[in-house]
């Protein structure tokens, strides 16, 4: 299986930037992607995650309203739309999926990462 995310760079606070990411090679429908991310000195974050069968989706607080989660199911894609981004958004963002069923939030529980790919917001 291999993921692949595109779509960082550099942004000005305001700005928006989205994110596809593509998983390849599963052999059954993901029960959940989601992203993470992790700024320089900081432990990883949970940011969003959609489950495949219904569409429900989490989101931490911090990105309500501001970060969109969306899926293509037949392509297996996730994708981040992020608008009105802040310099706290900097980090580099790391989509992931789970092939069975638990929490949303928790990281090990996800089988396949991505590379990840670099969101920096300037001030």
């Known amino acids: 299986v291999q993921l692949q995310a595109s779509g960082g760079g550099l942004v000005q606070a305001g700005g928006f930037l989205r994110l596809p990411c593509a998983a390849f090679g599963l052999t059954s429908r993901p029960y959940v992607m989601g992203w993470f991310r992790q700024a320089p000195g900081k432990e990883r974050e949970f940011v969003t995650a959609i489950r495949w069968s219904d569409g429900t989706i989490d989101y931490v607080d911090s990105v309500k309203g501001r970060f969109t989660i969306s899926k293509d199911s037949v392509t297996n894609t996730v994708y981040l739309q992020m608008n009105s981004l802040k310099p706290e958004d900097t980090a580099v963002y790391s989509c992931?999926?789970?092939?069975?069923?638990?929490?949303?939030?928790?990281?090990?529980?996800?089988?396949?990462w991505g590379p990840g790919t670099q969101v920096t917001v300037s001030s």
């Open positions: 992931g999926v789970r092939t069975r069923g638990g929490m949303f939030r928790y990281a090990p529980g996800y089988n396949y």
